[in-house]
């Protein structure tokens, strides 16, 4: 064999030793010596070298407190978590300044991604409201999001619009109808509580955010229709737009023809067609629970839910 | 009832309990032999915290954190606006009417939503929409079910349930594991079935209790996965009988609790003692004492399973079972490292049970320093 | 696993040191090994995330994702590592050798092939799922990538497809290549786990097998073989750290996220790269059987002849093998491994005790000779000398059945009886072939009274393929008929990502 050996050749030779400049092979090999060829090689940093001394000391440092935690976490110390936690960050702080140091100037000042053209300067839940106005139904927040993106090519944070209805409530509470419309919940027909996850317009009828077994399906299927009725208003739709598209024509038979592409009038009449068999059904329940609810709840109960009646609920 | 529960309490001491889940239960059911696992288990004892005080802490069945997260966020997309992703895969497979489209949410609503109301919503919903003459009831997300085990009620939560009117229930899992042109990691397959089995004879028993006939659930599960790279779903049927047999035959197999109990010192606890601040004070000594007053099986699979196992294998040192399944197989009848290499040596006189896997250990042995020797 | 690998591991066992299971190695091991250590994001199919690899021990490349979720990095990756594996394919393959052949075909081989090693069989699904990720992506169109990933796909999903041989080397998992031939004292689970191998093969220096063996199982101290990582790892450090990669404000701050991402990566992955050169050091060091070179010989043909097919522009591999593809494979398969099989019975007398055991092979001395006997043939009367063994191994073969002694090239003979004495059998044999062209058998080629001689059924012929298989134009409509031309369609090249 060619290839350099350092290790006997015996049964049971040495453990071989790559490293230059340590000689424990117990210790957790870190970024050295070769490691700096490697990002070098990549084209991320050419000069890493010259630190390489005081640099090697805080990777040392940094991987001796990693296995430090996991140790502490392991003995069930974990008093002393949040101390060596402390500790790596700073190491890595320091080993980041370093970095930077050895990197010279500023060239990576630069904020990495600027804000998107299309980025609406609406407030959110302006936003918000003209998605669900075009869907015409209850909506979760990951829809939200992507008919937002497709159709106003503007980025919105679906974490952020979890928070959102809180903040509606709150507002509401503070000053019933001061605003022209809120961000409210739709409402599960058997017990009115806010259903999991789903926004509303507090303009909308009781009857559309009522949530029984079909309407997920139906809602799904109308605001199919808007949003491709909408498409045949604006004309060409843009890649993104006709994606969302034809992620809603996979899931309504008949309406995709081909991969990757779905024609408005095609999704608008599958989509009519199944809608035919659901709506009466749908239609009576919402309105059933709707008329009992508007008898029963006040207006901050209609808007965003009912308590769940737990006391009553383990009685029965 | 209350007396055993007494003594799990008890047996289990101040800690909280380690409810199972499917699959738990199902791994459990991989050594019904065991009565360690099976007592602790019972007795919802948390037997990584008992392993790391007797020092053999392992990171056994740990999900990567990252793993979970987008194994949720998959079931999160599968399940989108009243998963319309499912009901397309439902239609094709299933063959599902049109007019099947309704969502039951049977989630918690909140943090206060107790898993016995959820129970009740779950049976009352799925036991609904297999009496009603009409359809009004297609799938129905993340519903309670109840198995007894050896005489422990488990409260376990499949994925989703699907019905199909006029028809049947399917058990539904939802997996973030890929299926890359048609095939799946069999072994990750192997595991979805066993814990869909699980899934499968707890709502047996369930429409059982009810007055129906638990036939209305298939053995055909429905397995959802990604899609090669992508995140688009697709579905599979599962048969799941041959699971389901095994389940079966391990539960009446198992030892009862009931029968375990008595035969137990009535002093045993695994109680960690915690101090104030949450570190346990009882001696290892002695908490190695208790556990060893409760037998176990081990074999190597379990170090995939259970979280005592390194605790077992230790105690084990020495003993036949530690090399594996087949090494055990094949010297049937010998348990110890030491007799074994003393029968292959010719040292020991083989009793009768041991005489064939004898005769075979002294031959081969013969054999094998024949060839070493001509080696040298 | 065998009653004598079995033996072994309880030796193992109860001396605390390994114990050989093969006097020899059967695995050819190359001169310029190329080491991978892959790893991947949790959870998601086959998610790059980064790997180490190279021939050189101490000069690992690392190639380290910028964004492990994004499709396009996932590419630019592939790119990367197309760039360190291809060029050493290449050269191996420009270097070549004339041989003599009736095949016209193949009249050269490449005096090299290559050989990826990866820590486990885990690494060996990494390479396959890699390069089925890849190997359909076009250069050209939307979603165009440099044409070196397609062939990356061609050639990783090529070694996939070798590895599922039993006699193939250009992708070895370490794990495996230790246990042919060394049993450790604990079960196959722990052999599953590259450093508790080790720990059994080669100790830290001045640290007890047992304990090294404990250590092994501390993912803190010895973090897994992957491609999967620790999920200690993943909650304290991994994640944490992805959420910085994407919430990185400023390019400075993002290649500070990139380094610490990657020094923690490294960490992850060293030391698995140590322990795979250690292993292929000891390996490399054990002598080799007289076949390794043989069959090495074939793998480099295949290599030669897949090269070939690649350079003429070859499709890549096709989803799912044909009702005919499929078939010869599996055939192959079974082909492969009787002949691997009963060549290392052939070159190792550890291997043979195992058949010996079974009765399919027996070891025995010879009692009596008559080297001269002639029998009247077909047209002619011919040499068929008998000679008669006894032999205390249990044996289970029957008069009239074929066997073959691997000391005289495989000769054979018939057994024409068998007769149970006090301490095992008395088994009369006769020669048929392999004595020479002569009226009287060559010296030699008939074993003598008081010789020890070792007959097994195992043949060790290297039988080409029995049957004739259709073409692809002519696969019957019962199965499946002529499939289609596997052209790539474009919608491979848009499959959506996670």
Known sequence: MTRHRTGSTGGHPEPLLFRRDRTSVTKSPSLKGSCWQILESSGECASFCRMAETMDELEDLISGLRVQIRRALANGQRAEVPKLRAELHAAEQRWDTGLQEIEGSDTGQAPLAPLPSGASLLPMREQVHQVLTLLGAPAAPKLIVAVHEAFNGGELVSAKLTSLRRDEERSFRSAPFARPYYLCSALAVDQWVSVRGLLAVSTWSLDRRMIGPLSPRVDFLSGAIRLAQHVERTGDPGPQTSRLLWRFATNIPGAAESFGSARPAAIIAAARAELEVHDAADRAQRKAAAEAARRRLDDVQQLFGAQPLRAVRSAD | ?376 | MTVMSSLARVLAAGSKTPQRVTLYRHLHVSEQPIVMVPIILAGETNAPLAVMVGSDPGQPEVIVTRQPRERAERLRFAERLAGHLLFPIASMAATTQRVDTRRPELSVRATQAPQVWVPNPAGVDYVRLLGRMTRFRSSEGPWAVAPSVRQLGIWLTWLAEQAEFADSCVLVPATRALSAVWATGQSDVEDGNLAAVMAWLAPPPGMAIIDAARRAEDPAVCPPAGPATDPTFDRLFLQPTLRDLASAATELARRQVLHRLTGMLVEQMRPTWDLVWQAIDLLGAEPPAARVARRWERQRDRFTAFHHYVSDGGYPQAKRDNAVRGAQRLAEMEQRLASFDAERAYDDPLVLADYRLAGEAFAGEVVASDPHRRVRGAQRSVTRPLVTVTTTDPVRLDVGQQVHDPSRNGQRALITSLDEATDGWIVELELQDKMGRGRAPEPGSVPAVGDEVVYTALADTFVRRGRAWPARENIPWTHGGPPPEPVPVPEDAVEDWS
């Not at chain 2, 049976?123 to 997300?141: H, I, Y």
């Open chain 2, 1 to 376: 009832m209350t007396v055993i529960d007494d003594r799990l309490n008890a047996i289990r001491g101040a800690a909280p309990r380690k409810p199972h889940n499917a699959r738990t239960l199902a791994a459990l059911a991989a050594n019904p032999g065991c009565r360690r696992r099976t007592l602790m288990d019972a007795a919802g004892v948390n037997k990584a915290l008992i392993a790391d005080r007797l020092g053999y802490g392992m990171t056994v069945g740990q999900m990567s954190s990252i793993a979970l997260a987008r194994g949720k966020s998959f079931e999160a997309q599968v399940k989108a606006e009243g998963g319309n992703d499912l009901l397309r895969l439902l239609r094709l497979h299933l063959d599902l009417p049109t007019a099947q489209a309704h969502y039951h949410d049977l989630n918690p609503a909140d943090d206060d939503d107790r898993i016995s109301a959820r129970l009740r919503r779950s049976q009352r919903a799925l036991e609904e929409a297999a009496r009603a003459s009409d359809p009004v009831g297609t799938m129905f997300d993340h519903p309670i079910l109840q198995l007894t085990m050896n005489g422990v009620r488990v409260h376990i939560e499949p994925d989703l349930i699907a019905f199909k009117f006029g028809d049947r229930f399917h058990i539904v899992e939802i997996k973030s594991f890929p299926i890359v042109d048609g095939v799946a990691d069999s072994g990750k397959v192997a595991a979805a079935a066993q814990q869909a089995a699980v899934y499968v004879l707890a709502m047996r028993e369930m429409l059982q209790t009810a007055g129906l006939s638990p036939e209305l659930v298939s053995h055909e599960v429905i397995l959802v996965c990604p899609r090669d790279f992508s995140n688009q779903p697709v579905a599979e049927l599962v048969d799941v009988r041959k699971p389901l047999a095994s389940l079966r035959r391990h539960l009446t197999r198992m030892e009862s609790i009931d029968t375990l109990l008595p035969i137990l010192p009535p002093s045993l606890t695994f109680d960690l003692v915690l101090d104030a601040t949450g570190q346990p004070t009882r001696s290892p000594d002695d908490l190695a004492a208790s556990v060893a007053q409760v037998s176990a099986r081990y074999s190597p699979d379990c170090l995939q399973s259970c979280e005592l196992a390194g605790v077992c294998r230790a105690e084990a040192n020495g003993t036949v079972p530690v090399l594996g399944r087949v090494v055990r197989e094949e010297l049937g009848g010998i348990d110890s490292i030491a007799e074994a290499i003393a029968l292959a040596t010719g040292g020991r006189v083989p009793d009768d049970s041991q005489r064939e896997a004898a005769r075979l250990l002294r031959t081969a042995y013969q054999m094998r320093q024949q060839a070493l020797e001509a080696m040298r």
